[in-house]
């Protein structure tokens, strides 16, 4: 059991603070998704593996508890309108991205608007993305972690991705042809 | 023939399974600066975001603290499995 704990508690702690919850927040759903991922250890069916379950057990928890966090995928997307805009009625870009040095990206201060453009995206969203990019989860793990279906996490991943470059740029970091 | 807007919403949805697909994205990356500058810049996202948490690990006497707390927790418990 220590050896489980030891291997994930890293992985889940660092997706508990990247959910939005306070480190205090964080380190309470992380033990309690340890308790509830041993207490139902005897159940584990096998269907898939033990992190993709762990997972699913602390996200359940994190909604669970920041249900604000849930909810919020209700509202219209904004983006998608966002995203259509940037195309003429033939599919090509009217505001295609503007070519920005490889140094930007590696910069400090554009990892934190990254993490800021990433804070004001749904709570889904961003887990969706998280557990793609840091975690390494494949969409169908993704799926079962958050209870979507594949093409749902598509979707999401493609809302999110377009959320940060648009956000990004808005700052002033990605400009768009004149 | 694959538009930019679509090219753009596989890449990102990350629906580019299928040879048919794979090859219309190669095709239209081949003549297109605007969707090759995406598709790096897409790819760039996901780089940062990983790089920025692999480099701010969680800290270790935060991490032993939890462990022990958990470890506790499940021997309070008589060690559910």
């Known amino acids: ?178 | 023939m694959m538009s930019c807007k679509d090219l753009a919403r596989a890449i990102a949805a990350e629906e580019t399974s299928g040879w048919r697909r794979w090859l219309a994205i190669r095709l239209h990356l081949l003549r297109c600066p605007a969707c090759k500058e995406y598709v790096k810049q897409v790819h760039d996202l996901g780089d940062c975001v990983r790089n920025e948490a692999c480099d701010s690990p969680e800290d270790a006497a935060t991490l032993e603290r939890l462990e022990e707390a958990i470890m506790g927790e499940i021997d309070r418990d008589g060690g559910a499995v």
């Open chain 1, 1 to 178: 059991m220590r050896s489980a704990v030891r291997a994930y508690l890293p992985h889940v702690l660092r997706a508990a603070r990247g959910a939005g919850l306070d480190p205090a927040e964080a380190e309470e759903v992380t033990q309690r998704t340890f308790t509830t991922f041993f207490e139902k250890a005897q159940r584990f069916e096998g269907r898939s593996s033990v992190r993709t379950w762990l997972f699913g057990i602390l996200y359940r928890k994190i909604f669970e508890r920041r249900r604000e966090l849930a909810r919020d995928e209700q509202r219209q997307e904004a983006i998608d309108e966002a995203f259509e805009s940037r195309f003429d009625e033939a599919g090509r870009w009217i505001r295609p991205p503007h070519p920005a040095p490889d140094a930007a990206l590696a910069a400090k201060e554009t990892r934190r608007h990254i993490s800021e453009c990433l804070d004001q995206a749904p709570a889904r969203q961003k887990a969706s993305f998280l557990l793609r990019e840091v975690e390494g989860f494949s969409t169908a793990e993704i799926g079962e972690i958050l209870g979507m279906t594949q093409t749902n996490v598509g979707v999401t991943l493609h809302r999110v991705r377009h959320r940060l470059r648009e956000c990004l740029e808005t700052r002033g970091l990605r400009g768009t042809e004149p």
